[in-house]
């Protein structure tokens, strides 16, 4: 059983890049999620989806754009990188009122 | 806006002893509550939710408690052991419960061989 699959798991990006992140979930799973971490923070949401087709703005979601065109996948994506987005970015996923399961994580650098 | 906080920041104690980690939120007004665990530069893996109605929830040697009138939750872990080495983390639902979790800071906890 995959799960929640992150990828890439590290990257360093310069200054004005953009890049996106991937997740996909096997488990059929309804809600997903996109978390950042920083040192000594808790998670704060960027951005969560209730189903193909529906995003809304979590606490944090300036810089980020998100799409979700099918029940598995959640790209999570960075139009200009600036600094301030050097953090550990996690997808999550579960059913509604339920678990949630989360990836392992992508660890990006902006420099 | 929901905040959780968690008390204590840092845990180190030894080997076999039942341990208590607390979590506090601002509003009672939540959905359901979920402790997790993070090893370090690993996701997070859920190990106890509670929902608004119930009063605790256990799994082997863990017993989670929540208390939502007084916005509290308590992790026990009984008979620790080193492998239990890892920050744990407490978040909330609120709402209706699909607009994301409200993570606390977490407690990093050590357990002594």
């Known amino acids: 059983n995959a799960g929640v699959t992150q990828t890439p798991k590290f990257r360093i990006l310069k200054i004005g890049q953009s890049m996106t992140l991937q997740c996909t979930q096997d488990m059929n799973h309804n809600y997903m999620y996109w978390y950042r971490q920083d040192p000594g923070m808790g998670l704060k949401l960027i951005y969560y989806?209730?189903?193909?087709?529906?995003?809304d703005k979590g606490e944090v979601p300036n810089g980020y754009n998100v799409s979700r065109s099918t029940t598995e996948d959640f790209p999570l994506r960075l139009e200009l990188a600036a600094p301030s987005q050097t953090s550990v970015y996690f997808c999550a996923s579960s059913v509604p009122g339920g678990k949630a399961f989360f990836g392992q994580g992508t660890r990006l650098t902006v420099v | 806006k929901q905040e959780v906080t968690q008390i204590p920041a840092a845990l180190s104690v030894p080997e076999g002893e039942n341990l208590v980690l607390n979590c506090s939120f601002t509003?009672?007004?939540?959905?359901?509550l979920q402790w997790f665990r993070q090893d370090p530069g690993k996701g997070l893996t859920s190990l106890l939710l509670i929902q608004s109605s119930q009063r605790e929830q256990t799994s082997g040697r863990l017993n989670a408690s929540l208390d939502k009138s007084s916005g509290r939750s308590t992790l026990y872990i009984a008979a620790s052991q080193p492998g239990d080495s890892a920050t744990y983390l407490c978040a909330v639902h609120s709402g209706g419960g699909a607009d994301g979790l409200t993570f606390g800071k977490g407690t990093h906890l050590i357990i002594q061989p």
């Open positions: 509003d009672s007004a939540i959905y359901n």
């Open positions: 989806s209730v189903g193909a087709g529906i995003t």
